[in-house]
C-alpha cells in the first residue's frame, strides 16, 4: 500500500480522526480556543467535548495553556484553560477538511474572527 | 442579592463538580479541578447573564456538570494507559540498562560524597623515592625501637658519604594536645605521638604535602601574626579521625603542648611504613636536635649504595665520636601497596579466571531457527551485553571504593583487603548476572522470557530429557534449558514460534521487534 509523505513528527497527514474530534480542530482553528465555547459552537455536549480534547493533546495534535491570572482577576473571575492546534494539528484538520467536506461550512473560520 | 434558589443550584453544581473530581487521580486532581471550576463560572454566566437562572438555565448548568463524569473516567483511564505502558518497560534492555545507569550514578555520588572515598582520591600518587632505608645499630631486636642518637646523626650529616646522599632524622614524643583549641567549644585534651622531624624528612621521602596551600591563617580564626607560630603536618590517619578529612584543614590553629601551632598540611601515607605511631609531625631545623634522646635515621642510598643491598638489607660500618668503629644496618623501607586501580585490575583478572567455574561462559545461542537471527538483531544483541559489562565494570569499581574507604576509621591496610575482595566477589557474581540475564533474553525483542515451567518426567531423566521452558511475553520464541545436560541436549536451545501463535499473546504486551 502506498503511504503519504511522513510528516516531522512522523504522523501521517491522514490520519482518521472522528467527526467530533474534526468538528473540535475545526472549532480551535476558527478561534474558538476554550471548553465551554467548543461546545457552544458544535453543539456537543461537555461529556463528549473535553474527553475528546483530552485525546487530541495526548495525541500531540493541540496544545493547552493557562491564561495568566492578572487577566482573569481583572476581570474578576476564574482563569481558564485555553487550548491550540499543534503543527501536527492543522496538518491533520485539512487531511480532515477532504474527508469531512462539511466541516469548513459547519464552523467557518471568519465567524469566530468577527465574534 | 441572588435568589436562594440560585445559591442552592450552586451548591449542586460545584457538589457535582467536586465528586467528579474524585474520580481523577490525584496528581492532575487540581489542574482538573481548576479548569472545570472556571468553565463552570462561565457556563453559570451564559445561562444567567441578569443573576437570576432560568429553569432551562439551570437545566444547561447541571447537564455541563454531568459531563464532568465522562471526562473524570477519561483522565482515570489514560493515567492506568500511562501505567500499562509502564509495566511493559518491564524485562526490557531499556530497564535493564536504566537501572544499572542508576547503580553507577548512584554509587559515583556515594563516592564523591564520603569524606574517607574523598579524602583517599585527593591523597594519590603515594608513591615515595625509592632506595630509602632506615638505619639501625647492628643488632638491635626492635625495629621500632629507636637506637640512633642525634649526635650521632650530627656526625654523618656532616661528612660526605659513599653509600648515602641524604639524611633525616625525627624522634618521636607523647604530648598533649587539643585540636580545636580555638573553637568556643569545649574538647577534651588528648595525647598525640609528636614526630619532631628535620626538616628536610619530607623532600626526603618525596612524599608531597597536600592541602598545603592556604593564604591567609587569619581568615581561619588565628592570629594574625603567623609567621611566629610553628607548622605542623598531620599524618593521615589524624586527619581522617580527628579532622573528619576536612580538605580545608590546613590553616586551622591548634594547641600543641604549652605552645599553639598551625596545621599546614597532611602527610599521606606513603607506600613505605616508617617505624613508631606518629599523628602529627613538627619540622625543625637541625640544630634543635640537641636531646640525647635516641631517634629513628632515614636514609637515601646512592647508586653505589643500592649496588651494595641485599635482601633488602645493608651493612654499615660508620665511625662514631670518638673515631670508633661502630655497626650499623640499613633495612629497606619499601614496600608493597598497591594503587586502587592496580587493585582493581588484579581482582577484576582473578574473577575472570574464576567465572567459568561457576557459570557457563557460553551465550546460549543455539537456535533451532537460526536463519531467524539476522546481522542486525545479532549486533543489537551484542551491543546490549557490551553495555552492560561497560556499565558492570565502574559500578564494581565505585561499589568496592566506597565499600574500603567509606569509613575513616578503617586503616589503609584493612581498606585494601576489603577493595580486593569485594572487587572480586562483585565482579564474579556481576559478570555471572550478565552472562545468565543475556542467555535469557529473547533473541527477537531481546526481552526477559518468564513464566519457567518445569517439563519432562523425573523418572526418564535418562532417556529423555527434562528442564524449564520459559516463554517470551512477546509470543516470539521459546527457551527451553535442560536440567541435567546430555551429549544430545547440552546447552539451551530457542524454538522461534510462528505467527500461529500470536493469539496467545494480548496485542498490548506484544512488543514490535
Redesign the interface.
Known sequence: MAREPKFPDTRLPDTKLSHTAAMILQALDAGFV???SI??MTGL???????AM??LE?DELIRSNWERQSI?DAEQ?????YYKLTAAGKSTLEASRKRYPLLERLIPTEEARTV | MKPASNWTHHLLHFGLLRTASLIVPTPQRAEWW??W???L???Q??CAPDGVCSWRGDQQAT?????????A???RQ?GRQRKLRLADMVGTPAQCLLILVFILATSYAIALLLPGVRAERSLWPRKVNPNLVLIQQEGATDDSQPTISPMEFGAWEGRKQKYFDGFAFYRITAETVNPQSLSNEPHPWSVWAVGHASSNLFTLLGLPIQFSDFTDPSLNGGPSDSSQIPDVILSEKVWKRDFGADPHVAGNIMQLGPRMVRIAGVAADGSLSLPGRVDVWELQPDPQFGAEAPGFVVAHLTPFGAAEMWTQCVHITANGPGNSEQGFLGISLEEWKPAPGTLYLFALFLALLALPAITSVSLGECSLNPENTSWTKKLYRWSFLTAKIALLLPIVYFVAFDLAYGCTTFGRERAVYIQLVSTFAMCLFGMRWVLKDQRQRCPVCMRRVTHPAQVGQASRTFLDWNGTEMMCMGGHTLLHVPSLPTSWFGSQRWLYLDTSWEFLFASSTRPVP
Request: glycine letters at 10%; a positive charge; proline letters at 9%.
Open positions: 476554550y471548553g465551554f461546545m457552544e455536549p461537555s461529556g463528549t467535548v473535553y474527553p483530552r485525546r495526548r482573569a473571575r476564574p482563569p481558564r484553560k | 481548576r479548569e471550576r472556571g468553565e463560572w462561565h457556563v454566566q451564559a447537564a455541563f456538570c454531568l459531563g464532568a463524569f465522562q471526562d473516567l477519561c483522565v489514560a
